[in-house]
Each structure stands twice: as structure tokens, then as C-alpha cells.
């Protein structure tokens, strides 16, 4: 067993402490400020099981592997780097024996915020390989800093690292074109219909993997990179239940609406709400002979298409026999005409 304790002058004081609650227990004791000889003893004692438990500083965050040791306790977590704790972590668990890892903190005074992220990305990060979550989170946390300059944090903070990192390629494909005005921008489109998407709790059971893949259907520039995250989830986790389809498919229809540079898709009462939407006369005299009843207001470029009597469209997911998802999409492809070619599906 390790406990970690990071203070050498009190490191005694909680060697004395620990036999007094456990009677019998034999403590080694490791830190950089013994003798070169002295700490190559106690580790070697240690690895011969003649110590119960190393009573040590970080000395052994890196270059020790102790496949018997099975527990850590590190004491003070709260005042340990991301990076430590998770390097410290790693000193348990080498072997085919279950591990425990215990992160102590003070109960009796609140701690930092930052510290708090530390703790709970170190109790979320648990499956194997996710050394790479700890340490984007890390990034995020301490800032990216500054590559040409002396400063050691950055305002990766206030925007988030994916973000943080788009908007830095930005930056970099403006320096090389030599162009930096202002360019518009395809938004996002708000999509607020009347579906159930989502991936289910028992379908991806961890909460990381569910956001890292909402994050990757929303970064999703093509239906080819749609398609091929489809096909991770099927090879993954197994057949998508319909929630997941129709997550795919509201990734796909917001593609769609990007590519029109339509911003909101919504129902308003009985009817489907397109904005903004730029219709031509002819278009408008095609709305009328396939949607009786829509309504396209020219001033504020907003259509109105009526949903198909057939059906209760709030209450159902179904328009008549065809999903809500392809009526939108065959509304959309029916009327508006592409500005911009898009990869195909």
C-alpha cells in the first residue's frame, strides 16, 4: 500500500499517527531528502513485502512499478495538479490484482473550484486508456499558455478546449491566406421538433463516450464523417435503438439546413417554421399546390408549412406513414433550392 503524504517535515508525525489506528502495521518511509542508499533500501524492502505500507512524498509518481501494490491513499488530494494525481494513480493497478486509489481532501473547509475539477476528472477518467480525456482536461483547466511569449496560461478557460482549438485554426488558415476580414459565417441551426434523439444510458453506458460523441455529431462537417461515426456505434455498442437513429438523423437535417443557411427549424402551433428562407415566386406558387394552407412571409423571410392532417404531428413521430424527420427533410429539399454543394450522404 502507498499514502502519499507530500510534506517531509510532518511525514514522521503521520507515520506515528498511522501505527497508533493500526497496531502491528510496518511503515517504510520514502522521500528525496534521504540518503541515496537509505531510500534504495526501503523501496527494495518494499518490494520484498517486508513493509506493509511506503509512507512517501511523489518521489514515486514515475520510474516505480510494484506489480503487489494494490492501494493508494493520497493524502491532501485537493492540493495535487491533474497530472500528479493521475500520474499517482498509476503506481496501482500493475498487476492482475483489483486496485483502490483513495484521494483524501479536507471536510472541514470548502475547497477550491479548480481543485474540484481535478478530483471529479480524476474520479470520471477511470477506464483504460484515458490518459488522453485527463490530459485535454488538464489543458483546459491550466490554459494553453503562450508559445512566443513568457506566459503560462491562456484563455482556453473561458471558451473551452475544443472551441479554444477551432478558433486557433482559424486564426492560423487567416495568417497563411494573408486575408483577415471579416468572412460570414454559416450558423448553427436550432432544431427544435417534436423527437426523442438521443443515445440511451443502456446503450453507451458512459457518460464521457455519450459527450465525446454528441460532440462529434455536432463538429461534423459531411455526411461521409456522419456515416462513419453510424458505423463506430453499430461496430461499438451494437444496432442503434431508434433515439440513436434519430440523433443521426438530426444531425443530418442540420447539415442540410447549415448548407441552406436556414438558422431555425421549429414547430409553431400546427405548423412547421422555416427561417430564414429565401422563396422565390415560383417556389411559393410550388408551396401552395403541396402544402394547402402554409404561409410564406416575404418581410421577414420566415415560412409556415402546414403538417398533414393525417396525423396528430405534435402527439406522434409520424406524419402519416412517412417519420417527422423525412417529412422535414422532403419539405426542405422540395422547396428551398442549394446555395452550396455539400458532401453527399
Not at 444510458?201 to 462513419?228: G, H, K, Q
Not at 440513436?244 to 409553431?268: F, G, H, P, Q, T
Not at 417554421?273 to 417556389?283: H, I, K, M, Q, Y
Not at 406524419?319 to 454543394?341: A, D, H, R, Y
Request: negative net charge.
Amino acid at each position: 500500500m502507498f499514502y502519499i503524504h507530500n510534506r517531509v517535515e510532518s511525514i514522521e508525525l503521520v507515520s506515528e499517527k498511522i501505527k497508533s489506528l493500526v497496531p502491528g502495521i510496518k511503515i517504510g518511509i520514502a522521500h528525496g531528502q534521504m540518503n541515496e542508499k537509505l531510500l534504495e533500501d526501503v523501496i527494495l524492502a518494499f518490494w520484498n513485502r517486508e513493509y506493509d505500507l511506503l509512507l512517501c512524498t511523489t518521489i514515486i509518481e514515475s520510474g516505480i512499478d510494484i506489480p503487489n501494490a494494490n492501494t493508494l491513499i493520497v493524502d491532501r488530494s485537493d492540493l495535487f495538479g491533474l497530472s500528479q494525481l493521475h500520474q499517482l494513480r498509476g503506481r496501482v493497478g500493475r498487476s492482475r490484482e483489483r486496485a483502490y486509489a483513495y484521494f483524501l481532501y479536507p471536510t472541514e473547509q470548502p475547497i477550491s473550484e479548480l481543485a474540484h475539477d481535478r478530483l471529479t476528472t480524476i474520479a470520471t477518467n477511470t477506464d483504460l486508456g484515458a490518459g488522453m480525456q485527463v490530459a485535454l482536461k488538464d489543458l483546459e483547466i491550466r490554459g494553453a499558455g503562450n508559445l512566443l511569449g513568457g506566459e503560462q496560461s491562456g484563455h482556453i478557460a473561458e471558451v473551452g478546449f475544443d472551441l479554444y482549438m477551432r478558433m486557433v485554426a482559424d486564426a492560423v488558415d487567416e495568417f497563411k491566406s494573408g486575408y483577415f476580414e471579416d468572412k460570414p459565417k454559416k450558423q448553427d441551426c436550432k432544431i427544435e421538433l417534436p423527437l426523442d434523439a438521443h443515445l440511451p444510458t443502456d446503450y453507451v453506458d458512459s457518460e464521457r463516450l455519450r459527450l465525446d460523441i454528441y460532440r462529434r455529431l455536432a463538429d461534423a462537417a459531411s455526411y461521409e464523417v456522419l456515416t462513419e461515426i453510424e458505423e463506430e456505434l453499430i461496430d461499438r455498442f451494437g444496432p442503434l435503438p431508434m433515439p440513436a437513429k434519430e440523433l443521426i438523423a438530426v444531425a443530418s437535417l442540420r447539415l442540410l439546413a447549415k448548407n441552406l443557411e436556414i438558422a431555425d427549424i421549429s414547430m409553431v402551433g400546427k405548423n412547421l417554421r422555416l427561417s430564414p428562407v429565401d422563396l422565390a415566386e415560383s417556389g411559393q406558387i410550388k408551396l401552395s399546390r403541396l402544402y394547402p394552407g402554409s404561409i410564406y412571409k416575404n418581410a421577414s423571410q420566415t415560412l409556415l408549412v402546414s403538417r398533414p392532417t393525417t396525423a396528430n404531428w405534435i402527439d406522434s413521430p409520424k406524419v402519416g406513414n412517412t417519420s417527422t424527420l423525412t417529412w422535414v427533410n422532403e419539405v426542405i429539399t422540395n422547396l428551398i433550392k442549394p446555395n452550396n454543394k455539400i458532401s453527399s450522404h
